[in-house]
């Protein structure tokens, strides 16, 4: 199995600020990888698929980039509606399989 | 608008089995795959089954196979996760989405297994 390392597991972010969070690939997954956000007691809405495309609807200050094995997404300009776990999907070979998450916090 | 909308969740004791389903709406369901996630209380997400737009082609992790089954009603625009064998790491809410980029996602429907 694609075994996915996410990281940081939690961060603390001002208003304004930029942020990354990566996942690591345990083998080359061809950019088949999609970023999701999910806020407390909602369902995952996505964000970013195929490393870099942005989902229709999602605000531009979202961005993915990355190839091989190592993915990230970055926000630029923290907004308060922003808070929420965030989690990365490989889709490059069954089974499927998640990053551990990261919890966004406004600092 | 596309709409998916779990049902079929509850309590259920260990080693019995559960069906829930997911009614799809606002999109033409037969020309997707789709797909159930779950997600443990205060845990990550695990993907469980994936089936394809005919229905022909089903997968699983090694978690469940064997014990789960996805199906579909291409003709109700229906999604179903039959679950037999049911034990207590897998009480979670269980989400369908629509495959390959799960772009959309129902609101989700809690299992819980215990005795």
């Known amino acids: 199995d694609i075994q996915m390392t996410q990281s940081p597991a939690s961060l603390s972010a001002s208003l304004g600020e930029t942020i990354s969070i990566e996942c690591r690939a345990s083998?080359?997954?061809?950019?088949?990888l999609a970023w999701y956000q999910q806020k407390s007691g909602k369902s995952p809405q996505l964000l970013i698929y195929?490393?870099?495309r942005l989902q229709d609807g999602v605000p531009s200050r979202f961005s993915g980039s990355g190839s091989g094995t190592q993915y990230s997404l970055k926000i630029s300009g923290m907004q308060p509606e922003d808070e929420g776990d965030y989690f990365c999907?490989?889709?490059?070979?069954?089974?499927?399989?998640f990053g551990s998450g990261t919890k966004l916090e406004i600092k | 608008e596309v709409q998916l909308v779990e049902s079929g969740g509850g309590l259920v004791q260990p080693g019995r089995s559960l069906k829930l389903s997911c009614a799809a709406s606002?999109?033409?369901?037969?020309?997707?795959?789709m797909a159930w996630v779950r997600q443990a209380p205060k845990k990550g997400l695990e993907w469980v089954a994936s089936?394809?737009?005919?229905?022909?082609?089903?997968y699983y992790p090694d978690s469940v196979k064997g014990r789960f089954t996805i199906s579909r009603d291409n003709a109700k625009s229906t999604l179903y996760l039959q679950m037999d064998s049911l034990r207590s790491e897998d009480t979670a809410s269980y989400y369908c989405?629509?495959?390959?980029?799960?772009?959309?996602w129902g609101q989700g429907v809690m299992v819980t297994v215990s005795s």
């Open positions: 989405a629509r495959y390959t980029t799960l772009d959309y």
């Open positions: 606002g999109f033409t369901f037969s020309s997707f795959p």
């Open positions: 089936i394809s737009s005919g229905g022909g082609g089903t």
């Open positions: 083998e080359d997954i061809y950019s088949n």
């Open positions: 195929a490393a870099n």
């Open positions: 999907l490989q889709g490059s070979k069954f089974p499927l399989t």
